[in-house]
């Protein structure tokens, strides 16, 4: 058995994680629904547990799909920076490891406050997990080393 090379596992789950935040977003536009609604909520008879009106949070998900929308859009940067695209494969910010990281909390953090994100957050947590793992052991990504080696690049 070989060794486990953390970023590129982290990079198989934070392209799974992405598309599934893409995908919770877009249904989130559809089924407007604010996950953390029983914490302060109204417990009514007929109606079941109803979020307390003045919470900002309703406002921006159930109100206008503000997070909903952010969360596609970052789902779909990371979804560059992880295939990634060509224009953004010579850059710096594509041998990151940190700033996959920090974008990943973002995900995460954004996908747990809508109803349909909870699963895209847990494998955003994930990810960010292992991304931090291979950080902690020193890794490098391959195309790291050829950059350096041809000259150009930032």
């Known amino acids: ?27 989130g536009l559809f089924y407007r629904k604010f996950f953390w609604d029983f914490v302060g909520g109204i417990v009514r008879d007929p109606g079941g547990i109803q979020p307390s009106p003045n919470a900002v949070l309703v406002k921006v998900i159930v109100k206008a799909p503000v997070i909903q929308i952010l969360a596609m859009l970052l789902g779909l940067f990371l979804l560059a920076l992880e ?11 594509y041998r990151s490891l940190p700033l996959r990281v920090v974008l990943l909390f973002f995900q995460s953090f954004l996908t747990i406050l809508f109803y349909q994100g909870t699963n895209a957050s847990i494998w955003s947590l994930i ?7 291979a950080i902690a052991q020193g890794e490098k990504m ?9 000259g150009g690049g930032v």
């Open 127 to 133: 990810a960010l997990l292992c991304y931090s793992r």
């Open 83 to 93: 295939f990634p695209l060509p224009q953004l494969k010579p850059l710096g910010i």
């Open 1 to 27: 058995m070989g060794n486990l090379i953390w970023h590129v596992y982290a990079r198989f789950v934070s392209i799974t994680a992405s598309v599934y935040a893409f995908w919770a977003g877009f249904w």
């Open 142 to 150: 391959a195309e790291a080393k050829q950059n350096r080696e041809k």
